[in-house]
């Protein structure tokens, strides 16, 4: 038995033309479908430029709800047309709370739910704390059309208990849309090779395949600019490269994987049978008891 899925990572860059950017959006996911993809990753907060590099009250205006979502909307009927999953990046408003989330659309266009981001980074160039509260979905699985996937959305990719809670929930494959580049306090700083080792790792210790959408581009809103570096990729679950992107160019990557022979590897390795929950409460403290 054999249950191939293909799966596609992209990126492009972003202005404040927000037309502009759900076309971009509506680009790449149309070039991957035509690529054969099944489910499609788009990087965080595509609508509109990383606004998080600067505080400041007026982009707090740009949160919208689910319901209604226009953008949400639009990528939900792009979903049905082509048959393809979409987790959809959008600055989220829940009555008083606005939270960094994904909604999970299926292949049909239906929504499946939404993921609120649960780490929430604060530092220069990358102020998330002024804008978003942590989330508090908590890390899921979807059974979507093409398989199980978990999403968890860019500084949720540095924690190893996000991926195991998203694996041990029934992900087969993890996706995490992303924003990130340059580092305004640090310039001589690049993170990128620390960033792809990190991802897969999770894809090597939970079996599974690995899928990182970043954005491209260099942005002016807070001082200095921030140029992010792409280098989008799909890792496999051994945490090996399958496709990667380079820093500055549009692009698409597509991989296939047979899901059936992954899980049977996973489930021969090992390391699901031999865990041991039962010692791991110390990581769910803060600090040495």
């Known amino acids: ?3 191939t899925v293909t799966v596609a990572a992209t990126q492009f860059a972003c202005s404040w033309d927000e037309a502009s950017n759900l076309a971009s959006a509506e680009r790449v996911v149309r070039a991957a479908a035509a690529q054969g993809a099944n489910i499609v990753l788009v990087q965080e907060l595509f609508e509109t430029p990383y606004f998080c590099a600067e505080q400041s009250p007026k982009y707090l205006a740009l949160a919208k709800p689910v319901a209604g979502h226009p953008t949400v909307a639009c990528m939900a009927a792009l979903a049905r047309e082509l048959g393809v999953v979409l987790p959809v990046s959008i600055f989220e408003r829940s009555g008083h709370t606005l939270f960094n989330s994904v909604v999970i659309v299926d292949a049909d266009g239906r929504e499946l739910g939404v993921y609120r981001k649960s ?24 059974d979507t059309a093409f398989g199980c996937i978990g999403v968890g959305i860019c500084w949720d990719q540095w924690f190893p208990e996000c991926a195991r809670a998203m694996a041990v929930a029934g992900a087969e494959i993890l996706f995490y849309p ?14 990128k090779d620390h960033w792809q080792t990190v991802m897969r790792g999770h894809a090597g210790a939970n079996l599974m395949p690995v899928v990182a959408s970043n954005r491209i581009g260099t942005e002016t809103i807070g001082s200095p600019p921030i140029t992010f570096y792409g280098s989008s990729f799909i ?15 549009e692009c698409v990557l597509t991989a296939a994987f047979d899901l059936e022979q992954v899980r049977a590897e996973r489930t021969a390795w090992g390391i699901w049978r031999d865990r041991r929950p039962e010692l791991y409460g110390p990581i769910a403290s803060h600090s040495r008891a």
């Open 235 to 249: 890792a496999d679950h051994h945490g090996a490269f399958v496709a990667t992107a380079d820093r500055e160019t």
């Open 178 to 191: 992303t924003a990130i580049g340059s580092e305004p306090a640090n310039a001589s700083l690049d993170s």
């Open 1 to 3: 038995m054999t249950r």
């Open 119 to 142: 780490h929430i980074p604060d530092g220069p160039g990358y102020s998330e704390k002024y804008y978003f509260s942590p989330g508090d979905t908590g890390f899921k699985a979807w």
